[in-house]
């Protein structure tokens, strides 16, 4: 996944110290899960900042899935794997996302769906 | 916090970043680095810690997550080369990091956050720690 290629850069509310990106959780949570569940089954190699996520990833990769399904329709056996599942793509996307601009300082806002909330 | 923001006090010009063993764990309870045990100084560890600024090359990404309604920080990643020796040069690993502010007395110096390397950690010589992306959560709710 080319992470720029989603991003939607706005200007900041105001003077900021980073560069700002704002992403909707639907742009970030399945996209991601795709590319993790790619990365394990297929034991494709990642860049070492990356290595620092791979055995979570490895551990609950059968549950990545559940980033597509909300809380309030999940198992509730499932709950815990889906906040796992959902943390993990959200600390894989922002380190990828920090990766692609040199590892300068930035702002990630993610917005608001009730449909990803943990 | 609450003396920065409430009371008009002094906000710390930096934090600190040290090391501490499993001889006490942090808890929320914890108030002060004297209450912990920090792991042995020299071969490229130094008493107190690294120092970390309040800035953006220190604190490098910043979260904003409406959907949870909170906020996530990370610092910088956070390197320890052993040299001349392991670290830490003698008793037990490092099985904590832990975050204070920059009180001029080590030992009072405000315990703000800890993460859990899960293992005592001992660095051989030539060979580095690196803390990478240690996150701090703040909930606004």
Known sequence: MDILKYFKKKEAPTTQDRQYFEYAPAD???????KIIDVVRNHRE??????LYLAEARRIVDYLELVNTPKNKCDENAIPLRARALELCRL??????????????????ITSDERYRL | MLAGWFRAGTTPTAFYLFLATS??????DINTKSELTEIADTNGYTAGGISVARN??????????DGNDRALVQLKDEVWTASG???PASGNGARYAILT?????????DV??????????????????????????????
Not at chain 1, 46 to 51: K, S
Request: net charge negative; aromatic share 8%.
């Open chain 1, 28 to 34: 970030i949570y399945p996209k991601t899960a795709r």
């Open chain 1, 46 to 51: 990642v860049p070492n900042n990356l290595l």
């Open chain 1, 92 to 109: 894989w996307f922002t380190e990828e996302l920090h990766a692609s601009i040199g590892f300068a300082p930035m702002h990630l806002h």
């Open chain 2, 23 to 28: 001889a006490t764990a942090p808890t929320a």
């Open chain 2, 56 to 65: 953006s090359t220190d604190f490098d990404v910043l979260t904003e997550d």
């Open chain 2, 85 to 87: 020796g392991n670290i």
């Open chain 2, 101 to 109: 502010d920059d009180n001029a007395t080590a030992g009072s110096r």
């Open chain 2, 112 to 141: 703000l956050h800890y993460w859990d390397l899960t293992s005592d950690r001992v660095v051989s010589d030539t060979q580095t720690l690196t803390l990478q992306n240690c996150e701090i959560r703040i909930n606004e709710s």
